[in-house]
Structures are given as structure tokens and as C-alpha cells.
């Protein structure tokens, strides 16, 4: 159960790109990620969650523009209110899946989004560096 990948981008609805560290600030989120501040502070996807259709297995991490892309632990399981330790952050589970638009670029790209079902998004409770390789686990289930 580790972090596979750390991905930012500079706009929203974009693919987000890999990048050897990041820092998950507490009420902001990824820093330097178009998506730091918002409601859904951190996105998390499962690599499983990209190996289930063909057409989508080969796709580079941060496709689905998620900040962190895990192996071994899949999050959406987890009801709302889980904590989760994920390198040095440690994250709270606000919200399961997402509302996606027929404009989607990252549908475009991928062909079918998973995010709507499988996506995961996390407040940051406590800051925190993150990095590929890092452990992911479940701190308290809800």
C-alpha cells in the first residue's frame, strides 16, 4: 500500500503531471496545484481503478487528474470520515466519487472517467510531504 505517483497541474479539468514530491498543506491542499484550496482539497485514485479496462490500463498516472495515485489500498471502499496516513500528511475522506461534464478532457482523452465512481477526494488534517514509494494505510475507520 504505497503512493505510486504525486501529479499537479496549473489548470483544473487537465491531466495533471508527475512530480517527485509534494507538500499537502492542512486546509489547502496539494501546494502549487490548481486544486489547492478548494473543497475537494486532494484527489486520490487507485492505479487497480486504471487496470480495469483495457483502454485505459496503459495510462500514465495523473490521466485522471488526481494529486495522488495509490497501489494496494483502494480508498473508495472507505466511507466518508476515514483517516488516512499518507506520507507525512494525514488526510480525512470527504467525498467518493464526482460529477463529470460531457466536455470532460480527461473523458476525451481516457474514453471512459472512473473518477465519477472511484475517485477519492481528502482534506489535509495534518501537513505534510509526500512522495512515490511512500506508505499509504488506513489510520481510523469510520
Known sequence: MKILS??????????????PEGCLVEKSGLQGDAHAG???QVSLL?????????KTA???????AENLTTEGLI??????GTVVKAGEAL????????????ACEIRKL???CVMPLEGVFARVLVS????????????ENK
Open 6 to 19: 504525486v501529479n499537479t497541474s496549473d489548470a483544473a479539468g487537465i491531466a495533471k503531471n508527475p512530480r
Open 38 to 40: 478548494s473543497s475537494r
Open 46 to 54: 487507485a492505479r487497480e481503478s486504471y487496470e480495469k479496462h483495457e
Open 58 to 64: 496503459s495510462l500514465p498516472c495523473g490521466t485522471y
Open 75 to 80: 480508498l473508495h471502499h472507505y466511507p466518508v
Open 91 to 102: 488526510l480525512e475522506i470527504t467525498q467518493i466519487g464526482k460529477n463529470c461534464h460531457n
Open 110 to 112: 481516457s474514453g471512459k
Open 128 to 139: 505534510g510531504f509526500v512522495r512515490p514509494g511512500d506508505p499509504v494505510k488506513i489510520v
